[in-house]
């Protein structure tokens, strides 16, 4: 019976412990992976376009050797975020779409958009966080049965209290 106790008393709940903790390290990853396209631009690269002025300090009259575009030769996604950057105080704005031209704007590019030339570059790839498909269940279920195992001693004690009741 002291043998039994002991597992009950000690072993039990340190073993809960510990698969409370493993289960928090895959649950929280795993979940974040989950909900992170609701909550984040994760897959969307953010551009930096710089006004006529700043590309002109960078490269003055010569005409560098990047890739050139029309702004509308751009995608409908390039478009839109290379108009909200050009709003932008920070002048950033993420892709959300279709980014044919990902390769180009990552060496940095010319874009000429109302005769005026402006130099864009990718400066974030903003890439999603993988989590294989079954860490977040494992890790909740990793935890539900850490806090039963944390959870052994008083319900240990609660049945060795009735077995005496019932003896009288």
Excluded: W
């Amino acid at each position: 019976m002291a043998a039994d106790s002991a597992v009950f008393t000690y072993v039990a709940p340190f073993v809960g412990v510990l698969l409370v903790a493993v289960g928090i390290g895959a649950a929280v990853p795993g979940g974040y992976a989950i909900i992170q396209q609701d909550i984040s631009e994760c897959g969307d690269p953010t551009i930096a376009v710089e006004d006529p002025a700043a590309t002109e300090r960078r490269f003055g009259q010569a005409a560098p050797t990047l890739a050139r575009f029309q702004f509308e030769a751009l995608s409908e996604a390039e478009r839109a975020a290379f108009t909200e950057a050009l709003d932008d105080p920070v002048g950033e704005a993420h892709v959300e779409g279709a980014f044919p031209n990902a390769a180009a704007f990552r060496n940095g590019s010319i874009v000429v958009y109302e005769g005026q030339r402006h130099y864009v570059t990718v400066v974030s790839e903003n890439p999603c966080f993988d989590a294989a498909p079954l860490q977040f269940p494992l890790g909740v279920f990793a935890i539900a049965f850490g806090g039963l195992a944390i959870l052994t001693p008083p319900i240990y004690r609660k049945l060795v209290a009735l077995e005496e009741r019932a003896r009288g």
